[in-house]
């Protein structure tokens, strides 16, 4: 698992820099079907329809997910993982590939402002 989360991170950080990997691409398009089925009914275009401030946009991200601005993907993982008030918990629901790729498409629209 860890390694595959170092893979993941060194493919986003590629991506930063230079352009869109085809390894990073299959995962945040599996992580696309992922939130339109999952998370797309309360955070639709990276919104929130229950707490109109916790936005999936970057800035909230960095404001309401403890430590993100030091290690993004696994802040989010954490989130989607334990959830949070209104937010329930997918541990149980998704498999940890699932979550690690919804958590790469998150990470990728948040950098790109959905």
């Not at 352009?19 to 992922?34: M, Q, R, Y």
């Not at 009914?41 to 404001?63: D, F, M, V, Y």
Request: net charge neutral; charged share 20%; glycine share 6%.
């Amino acid at each position: 698992m860890r390694i595959l989360l170092l893979i993941l991170l060194l493919a986003i950080a590629l991506f930063k820099l230079t352009f869109i990997s085809p390894a990073l691409a299959a995962e945040t398009s599996n992580g696309a079907k992922i939130f339109e089925a999952n998370c797309a009914s309360c955070h639709i275009g990276g919104g929130n329809i229950l707490i109109t401030e916790k936005t999936l946009k970057k800035e909230a991200l960095s404001k309401y997910l403890k430590d993100y601005d030091n290690d993004s993907i696994q802040a989010i993982i954490h989130q989607v993982q334990n959830g949070k008030n209104a937010m329930p918990a997918f541990k149980d629901k998704l498999s940890t590939e699932e979550i690690l790729q919804v958590a790469a498409y998150v990470f990728q629209n948040a950098q790109q402002g959905w």
